[in-house]
C-alpha cells in the first residue's frame, strides 16, 4: 500500500457505505475508557490541527464525527486536512515547511519508524500510553512503539484474512459448511469447478492481492515466530517454509479451471474488477479471498447484499496457524502540545473507536470496545477476529518491508508472485528471485 495507485485503491473501497450509518451516541457506552469526555471544555479555545488520509462523505465525514465529539467534549477547535494518497510525502513537506500537524494518522507502520528516526513524531504522553496498554493487545502495542518508546495509537484496522463467496453458488453445487483448512478449500473449489462454477476470481494484476494470498498461507504454514523473521528479512526466502508456503499456492494457482479467466485473465484483472466478477449480474466465479473492504465494494459496485447474497469466512489454516494479518492506521503526535495529549488520550479509548464504529466501514483493534456497537453481523464477525487473534495478529509483511521489494508495482514481490501465478511449477527457482529482490531492498 506504499504507492499511489495501492492505497488510493484501498481508500476508494473502504470508503463506500457498508450499512446505513446510526445516529452518534455522545455517552459513553463501554469499559476501559477515560474521563475526558466530561463536556467540561477544558481545551476551550486551543486549536489543534489533525492530518489523515481519509476524504469524502463515507470515510472523511465519519472520521470528522470523530474529532467532532473530541471537540464536544473538550472544547477544543479541530482543523482537519486530508493528506492525499502519499501520507509520507504529505507530512514530510509539513515538517520541511515547519508546519506539521499537531497529529497524524499514517497507513504503514514503515512510515513510523522513519519518522520516530528523524525525531518528527513526540513520544506518547504517559496516560494515553496507560490506556494503549489497557486497550490494545500488545502486538499493537509493539506496531505502535520504536526502539522501545510508544509513539502511536493504532485507531484503525483492517483484515485481510478473509474469502469472500456468493452463497448460491455454493448452494448449487451442495457445499453447505465453508471451509476451514487449506485442503478443505481445495476440495470445495474442486467441487464448485465440478458443479461447473468457476471456483475463484483473483485481481492478479494488482501485485498486491498476491502477496496478501501469500502472506496469509506463510503465516498459517510457518507461524508467527517464523513470520516476524522473514518480514524483516532474518531469514531467506529460499527458507523451506517459504517454498512449503509456495507449494500450497500453486494448489490453486496452478489449476486454470480453478481461476476466473485462467492465470492468464487473473494478471489482467485489477482488484476492483474482481469483486463483480464474484458478486455482478453475471458472475464468474464463486470465491474471492479479500480484505474487510471487499463488502464495501460489493454494496458499491454490484446489487448483491452483503450477510444475504454473499457472506465471507475465514482465510482457511494451511498449516498450524489460523491466519489473522492485516494493516491499520496509527495516530501520532507530531506537536507536544495539551490539546494533541488530550486527542491521543481521546484515540485511545473505546468512546472514540465507537463513534466511527457505529457508523460503518470501521474496524477497531480496541479490545476496550464492546462488539454489539457494530452494525451489522458481518462487521461484528471480522471485528471479533482481529479482536480474538490477540498478539496472533500480523501486520501485512509487505507494508513492513522496503518499497522497493514489497510495494512497487512491476517489480520485487509483486512481480515475482504475478510470474509464480502464471508458472507455478518453479517453486525453487521463484524462492531465489524472491531472495534476491529482498537481499537488495534489504541492503539499500
Not at 203 to 217: C, I, P
Not at 280 to 299: H, N, Q, R, Y
Request: proline share 5%; with cysteine; hydrophobic share 40%.
Amino acid at each position: 500500500m506504499r504507492d499511489g495507485r495501492r492505497s488510493m485503491g484501498r481508500r476508494r473501497l473502504l470508503g463506500a457505505v457498508l450499512a446505513a450509518g446510526l445516529a452518534v451516541s455522545t455517552a459513553a457506552a463501554c469499559g476501559g475508557g477515560d474521563d475526558s469526555g466530561s463536556g467540561d471544555g477544558a481545551l476551550k479555545g486551543q486549536k489543534l490541527t489533525v492530518a489523515a488520509i481519509w476524504t469524502g462523505s463515507n470515510e472523511g465525514a465519519k472520521f470528522q464525527k470523530v474529532l467532532d465529539e473530541f471537540e464536544k467534549r473538550t472544547g477544543a477547535e479541530v482543523t482537519y486536512t486530508p493528506t492525499g494518497d502519499n501520507v509520507a510525502a504529505y507530512l514530510g513537506s509539513k515538517v520541511e515547511g515547519n508546519a506539521p500537524p499537531d497529529v497524524a494518522f499514517l497507513p504503514q507502520q514503515g512510515v513510523l519508524v522513519e519518522f520516530a528516526e528523524k525525531g518528527w513524531i513526540k513520544p506518547l504522553p504517559d496516560e494515553a500510553k496507560s490506556l494503549v496498554q489497557q486497550n490494545f493487545a500488545k502486538v499493537w502495542q509493539d506496531l505502535g512503539s520504536h526502539e522501545g518508546t510508544v509513539y502511536g495509537v493504532y485507531f484503525k484496522a483492517s483484515s485481510k484474512s478473509t474469502v469472500w463467496y456468493r452463497k448460491q453458488a455454493f448452494a448449487d453445487a451442495g457445499i453447505t459448511t465453508p471451509p476451514a483448512s487449506w485442503d478443505d478449500f481445495v476440495k470445495t473449489a474442486q467441487t464448485l469447478s465440478d458443479a461447473g462454477t468457476t471456483p475463484i476470481s483473483v485481481g492478479a494484476a494488482d501485485g498486491w492481492v498476491l502477496t496478501d494470498w501469500f502472506e496469509n498461507v506463510y503465516l498459517s504454514v510457518a507461524g508467527p515466530e517464523k513470520y516476524d523473521q522473514l518480514s524483516k528479512h532474518e531469514i531467506k526466502y529460499t527458507d523451506p517454509t517459504v517454498k512449503e508456503a509456495l507449494r500450497k499456492l500453486a494448489e490453486i494457482w496452478g489449476k486454470d479451471s480453478y481461476l476466473a479467466g485462467g492465470a492468464k485473465g487473473a494478471l489482467q484483472t485489477e482488484f476492483p474488477a474482481s469483486v463483480p466478477a464474484v458478486f455482478g449480474d453475471e458472475p464468474k466465479a464463486a470465491m474471492l479471498p479479500g480484505a474487510d473492504f471487499v463488502a464495501s465494494e460489493i454494496t458499491s459496485a454490484t446489487n448483491s447484499k452483503v450477510g444475504t447474497d454473499a457472506d465471507f469466512f475465514p482465510f482457511p489454516a494451511a498449516g498450524s496457524t489460523t491466519p489473522v494479518v492485516g494493516a491499520g492506521d496509527v495516530a501520532v503526535m507530531m506537536k507536544d502540545t495539551p490539546a494533541a495529549r488530550e486527542l491521543m488520550k481521546f484515540l485511545a479509548t473505546p468512546e472514540a473507536a465507537k463513534v466511527w464504529a457505529e457508523q460503518g466501514g470501521f474496524i477497531s483493534p480496541n479490545k476496550a470496545l464492546d462488539l454489539s456497537v457494530y452494525p451489522d453481523e458481518v462487521q461484528r464477525r471480522i471485528a471479533k477476529a482481529v479482536i480474538d487473534a490477540g498478539d496472533a495478529f500480523r501486520f501485512d509483511m509487505s507494508d513492513l518491508a522496503p518499497a522497493a521489494f514489497g510495494g512497487t508495482k512491476g517489480s520485487g514481490e509483486w512481480k515475482i508472485l504475478q510470474d509464480f501465478l502464471a508458472d507455478p511449477d518453479d517453486v525453487d527457482g521463484t524462492a531465489e528471485k524472491l531472495e534476491k529482490a529482498a537481499a537488495a531492498a534489504f541492503k539499500s
